[in-house]
Each structure stands twice: as C-alpha cells, then as structure tokens.
C-alpha cells in the first residue's frame, strides 16, 4: 500500500468504528417480503448456516452483547431480522434465517428457499451479502447452493471464516486456503475472505471497514 492508501484505509477504519460505536437499533423481524421496510438506505445480509455464528458476529460488529438474538438451537433464527445502523440511519443489516439444519421438514426448507431468493432478487438495496461459514468445517455442499443462490441473483459477497479461535493455526491457515479457492470460482463472490472470531473479537475491525465500504457502492 502506498502512504495515500494507508491514510485513506485508516480513515475508512475509525470511520467505520464510529458509526458502530454509535446508533444501533433492532428494527424489525419480516416473516415475508411485504413485511420489509421502505428500500431507502442500504442493507448489507447475513447469511449462513444455522448455528455458523451470524447472530455472534452482529453482535461483535456492532460491540453489544445481545442486540442479535443468539442461541445454542440452531435455527432459531426464522426470519429476516433488521438492525439499524446510524443517526439518521446510515445502513441496515439484515440477518438472515440460517440453512441447513437437520431434520427441517421439506416444506420449512421450500418457504427458506423462496423466502431468501426472492429477496436476493428483488431487493435494489441489498449491496453486499457476507456469507458466513464455519472455519471448523469449511465450505460445504448446502453453502455450495447457498453460493449458487448468490450467483443467480447476481448479488456481490464477501466469504466470512466464523469461529477462528475453535481451530489450531495450521489448521485455520488450510481452510482460509480452500476457502479462498472456492471462493474464486465463483462469479459474484468477492476474491478474498475475512477471517474472524466474534468470541476473541479478531477481524472485526476489518468486518466493519468492508460493511461500511460495501454500503457506499
Ligand atoms: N468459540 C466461539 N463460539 C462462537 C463464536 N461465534 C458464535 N459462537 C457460538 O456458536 C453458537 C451459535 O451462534 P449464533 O450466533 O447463535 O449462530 P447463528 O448463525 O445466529 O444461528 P441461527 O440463528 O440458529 O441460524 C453459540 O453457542 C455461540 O456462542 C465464536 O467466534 N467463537
Ligand atoms: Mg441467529
């Protein structure tokens, strides 16, 4: 990075911090697409699988403790949760229900289906999605469809490794790799991946930096 690129990476930093540090406010749950707030701020979604940490990482990007409901049930999660962000609001986020737990009857996992595509289809605002996956297990089949899903309606994602401080370093050094190689054989993901533990705080900083970046586009 040049001196200028530095600075500019800074001051994209602590002005990402601020906005965090600032207004967040849990603003609704949408069962369906008719329930969602006016389209007139950007939104950055959560996806993932249920249980990879969604919930934990919104959390940790906004410092509260519990602004996002977490839990040890998987799937809890159900519907499309929004958070504001900003005095006036500056950006929503917007957690997504998680995919892939066992034992969801088909007709659960056919209501997800048409409730995420429509939405990544139809939502002008949704600028970027991060796309969550667990740094214990990598990337797996249902986050290949969930990949696919992402490519189909053309919307932008970061890949994002959860639960860093669950693995040793080799081993997070490996699945950084593989996760970087699927990564880019896909058309709308981003080339890279952050790498984070909401539990001891690391990437953060650099989460809130691309969230901030991604509303602006
Ligand atoms: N060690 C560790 N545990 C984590 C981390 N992030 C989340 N967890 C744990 O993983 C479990 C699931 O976390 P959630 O944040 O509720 O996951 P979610 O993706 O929102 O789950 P659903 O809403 O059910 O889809 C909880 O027990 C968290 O405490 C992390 O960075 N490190
Ligand atoms: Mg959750």
Same mark, same amino acid.
């Given at each position: 990075?040049?001196?200028?690129?530095?600075?500019?990476?800074?001051?994209?930093?602590?002005?990402?911090? !601020?906005?965090?540090?600032?207004?967040?406010?849990? !603003?609704?749950?949408?069962?369906?697409?008719?329930?969602?707030?006016?389209?007139?701020?950007?939104?950055?979604?959560?996806?993932? &699988?249920?249980?990879?940490?969604?919930?934990?990482?919104?959390?940790?990007?906004?410092?509260?403790?519990?602004?996002?409901?977490?839990?040890?049930?998987?799937?809890?999660?159900?519907?499309?949760?929004?958070?504001?962000?900003?005095?006036?609001?500056?950006?929503?986020?917007?957690?997504?229900?998680?995919?892939?737990?066992?034992?969801?009857?088909?007709?659960?996992?056919?209501?997800? &289906?048409?409730?995420?595509?429509?939405?990544?289809?139809?939502?002008?605002?949704?600028?970027?999605?991060?796309?969550?996956?667990?740094?214990?297990?990598?990337?797996?089949?249902?986050?290949?469809?969930? =990949?696919?899903?992402?490519?189909?309606?053309?919307?932008?994602? &970061?890949?994002?490794?959860?639960?860093?401080?669950?693995?040793?370093?080799?081993?997070?050094?490996?699945?950084?790799?593989?996760?970087?190689?699927?990564?880019?054989?896909?058309?709308?993901?981003?080339?890279?991946?952050?790498?984070?533990?909401?539990?001891?705080? =690391?990437?953060?900083?650099?989460?809130?930096?691309?969230?901030?970046?991604?509303?602006?586009?």
């Amino acid at each position: 990075m040049t001196p200028e690129e530095e600075a500019a990476r800074a001051e994209l930093i602590e002005q990402a911090r !601020l906005l965090f540090a600032g207004r967040v406010e849990f !603003l609704k749950s949408a069962p369906a697409l008719k329930h969602l707030p006016d389209p007139d701020v950007p939104e950055i979604a959560f996806a993932g &699988r249920s249980n990879v940490g969604k919930s934990s990482l919104l959390n940790a990007l906004t410092g509260r403790k519990s602004i996002a409901r977490t839990s040890v049930t998987p799937g809890r999660t159900q519907e499309l949760n929004y958070f504001e962000v900003g005095e006036p609001t500056r950006l929503r986020l917007v957690d997504m229900p998680g995919y892939g737990f066992a034992k969801a009857p088909p007709k659960v996992v056919e209501q997800w &289906r048409r409730l995420v595509r429509d939405f990544l289809r139809g939502r002008v605002v949704l600028k970027r999605t991060l796309l969550l996956i667990d740094s214990r297990h990598g990337v797996k089949p249902v986050d290949e469809d969930m =990949m696919q899903m992402l490519d189909e309606a053309g919307v932008g994602y &970061r890949v994002v490794l959860t639960k860093a401080d669950k693995i040793k370093a080799s081993e997070l050094e490996a699945v950084t790799a593989e996760t970087i190689a699927a990564a880019r054989k896909r058309t709308a993901a981003y080339p890279e991946v952050l790498v984070t533990s909401s539990e001891k705080k =690391m990437g953060i900083e650099e989460l809130r930096a691309a969230v901030l970046q991604d509303s602006l586009i």
